[in-house]
């Protein structure tokens, strides 16, 4: 049996007033490829959130077994 490990990076804005919009919109498109990943079969196994003063980087890593 091989497993597979992939990673999902997502880039999200910090939240200011005129960045809110924006920030819900990566978050709902992030829940969308991990939500899409799930149903080919990987699972969400680590994620690791990376703070900056702009932005939040999220690095997910899923793995499958074939």
Do not use: Y
């Not at 899409?36 to 699972?43: F, I, Q, S, Y």
């Amino acid at each position: 049996m091989t497993q597979q490990i992939t990673t999902l990076t997502t880039v999200v804005p910090a939240v200011t007033d005129e960045g809110l919009q924006r920030q819900l919109r990566k978050l709902a498109e992030r829940d969308g490829d991990l939500s899409e990943l799930a149903r080919n079969g990987w699972a969400l196994t680590h994620t690791h959130a990376i703070t900056g003063t702009d932005f939040a980087t999220f690095v997910d890593t899923l793995t499958r077994s074939q």
